[in-house]
């Protein structure tokens, strides 16, 4: 496979993981604007843009780990871990959104910082450069969590 046409399917892959999550969540925003929000929580313009940009890194980061010369073995290890983060990832949308179960989401949030912390030391392994792209994921995801338990705890 040609280096341009697997940076296109390594960037779409996340995109379109994220846009199915944001299309089956779509119905339950007005609820959610409904809710008592935690100090610093962003007007909800800036979550598909931020989750945007995340996926695209995300999708360049695991790029990076598709063409680098490191063993299979290892390669196969980190873009599986980079897979289930993605799953899980697209499950806690439709749990806190969708379902609005806010404490199981937090949990859930809590097992995909994990794998995601997890997917970032086996790129690190492979290719630096993917670890800062991961970067502003993982901190994002902790913000999240914060907003979050926030709404958890603010609307029970």
């Avoid at 800036?46 to 989750?51: C, D, I, M, S």
Wanted: no cysteine.
């Amino acid at each position: 496979m040609g280096l341009r046409k697997a940076l296109s399917i390594s960037l779409l892959i996340p995109l379109a993981v994220g846009g199915l999550a944001a299309w089956l969540t779509m119905d339950s925003m007005a609820q959610f604007a409904a809710l008592a929000q935690p100090p610093l929580s962003p007007p909800g313009w800036v979550f598909p843009v931020v989750w945007t940009v995340l996926y695209l890194l995300m999708g360049w980061a695991s790029f990076l780990v598709w063409k680098s010369d490191a063993p299979q073995v290892e390669k196969k290890r980190a873009l599986t871990l980079y897979g289930v983060q993605l799953a899980v990832n697209f499950a806690w949308p439709l749990l806190f959104f969708r379902a609005g179960l806010y404490g199981g989401a937090l949990v859930w949030l809590v097992i995909l910082l994990v794998l995601v912390v997890e997917t970032v030391l086996a790129f690190r392994r492979i290719d630096r450069r993917a670890v800062w792209l991961l970067a502003p994921y993982i901190l994002w995801l902790l913000f999240a969590a914060y907003l979050n338990a926030g709404v958890w705890m603010l609307n029970q």
